[in-house]
Every structure is written in C-alpha cells, then in structure tokens.
C-alpha cells in the first residue's frame, strides 16, 4: 500500500464557521460544504444548519468522500506512533508526550499519511489537482481531464480543493515537502533525485495532467515506486 506523506495545519481541518474540530465519526461534527458556495470551506453539522449561500434554501447533507478522506488520515503523534484522525485527539490528551503540544493555531503543524488512492481521479488514477469534480451519487473524484460537461451528475468540488490547497506532500525521492499541487511537475521534472522514483519513460500520453497542456502528462500511480 503507497501512501502519502503530509504536512497540514490544523485548523485545516476545524469548522470554518465555530472553528469546532471536524469529526468524521459523531454526526454533529462530519464535515458538511454547501454545492452554491465556492469559497471550499466546511462546515460542522450544527453550522451547516444555519448556512445558506445567496439566501437560497439547501438540503445540505455531509460528504461522505471528505469525512472519508479525514477518517482515513493516520496522525503522528509526539510518541511516534501514529493514529486515525477519530483517535488521534482522544489520545492527545492522554499521552505525556504530547501534553506540551496543544496549542492551536497556526503554528501547530500535524504529520500524517493517507494511502495514495484517496487523492487519485477516479477514471484515469493520475493524481488529483484542482480544478476538482466529483461524480455525485458515487462519490467519485475526477480530474478536469476526464471531467464531461454534458454529464450532469458532475459537481465542482471545491471543499476537497480547499483541503488540497493547505497539504504540503513529501517527495518520496529527495524528501522535500511541497505544496500538493506541485506535486506531479516535481515528480517528472524537477526532482534531484528522480531516478530513484523508477519512472517509466515513454508510457502512453494520454493520461493528461488535469488538462493543463502545458505540463506533462502525470503517471498513474502504478508507474511510480513509492517508498514508505
């Protein structure tokens, strides 16, 4: 299993209206966006119920994928040892080693790991960049590359963009962590130590870089040896 390997801040992953700390696993707390909003923030349960965007009315419900997302991150903890998002706080609070390291804001940066699927499109597995759709009903990220207007089940997903937006990644290869955009141009171009990726030269093209024509077509994941 790949995985990423993250840096975040920590009110990344806060409401944006309480600034109450987003929890996939109790219902109150999941992680709610508003489709009419395109600032990308995420809401509680509890502020979602009062959030309308342009004064229209919303049946908001939570977003399964990004409460996903979250649950599935895997938190390092000052004892190294490192656990799921739900778990992580609880033992914050417990563990000695970590008692002097509650501050919030943002100088409290959290490593964690995410296993590389959950950031991939869905159809061509390149690595997911903004602009991002999700195939609703299924829950399904793609790319702008694979992404079809004539289908009307796509929405702009611009919460994950936001959280997208405030990850910086490690380079499995040269272990410099970069904004998750850059991610797939570092890999293929600018990386000191991109022989050690194991990229395959002259692969099929047709695996666009989320339809930016001036970089490079993105790799899937298959193609690349990630070191974990």
Not at 107 to 113: F, G, L, Y
Not at 168 to 192: E, I, N, R, W
Request: hydrophobic letters at 35%; a positive charge.
């Amino acid at each position: 299993m790949s995985v990423f390997r993250l840096r975040l801040n920590q009110e990344l992953l806060d409401c944006a209206s309480c600034a109450r700390i987003i929890q996939p696993d109790k219902y109150n707390y999941k992680a709610h966006a508003c489709p009419l909003c395109s600032r990308g923030q995420f809401y509680c349960g509890i502020c979602m119920s009062d959030h309308s965007c342009l004064q229209v009315p919303l049946v908001h419900v939570s977003y399964s994928l990004l409460n996903d997302i979250i649950a599935h991150m895997k938190f390092k903890c000052n004892c190294k040892k490192y656990f799921p998002y739900c778990e992580f706080q609880d033992h914050r609070r417990k563990c000695q080693s970590a008692k002097y390291f509650t501050n919030r804001g943002p100088a409290c940066v959290w490593k964690c790991t995410l296993e590389t699927s959950f950031l991939e499109c869905s159809k061509c597995k390149g690595l997911i960049q903004p602009p991002v759709f999700l195939l609703q009903f299924r829950d399904r990220l793609i790319c702008s590359a694979c992404y079809r207007p004539d289908v009307g089940t796509y929405r702009h997903c611009t919460e994950v963009e936001d959280l997208l937006q405030g990850i910086m990644v490690k380079c499995v290869a040269c272990k410099q962590y970069l904004p998750f955009s850059t991610l797939g141009p570092h890999q293929l171009c600018d990386c000191p130590e991109s022989k050690l990726q194991n990229i395959a030269v002259g692969l099929s093209a047709r695996i666009k870089f989320c339809g930016n024509t001036c970089l490079p077509p993105l790799l899937p994941f298959s193609c690349i040896l990630v070191v974990v």
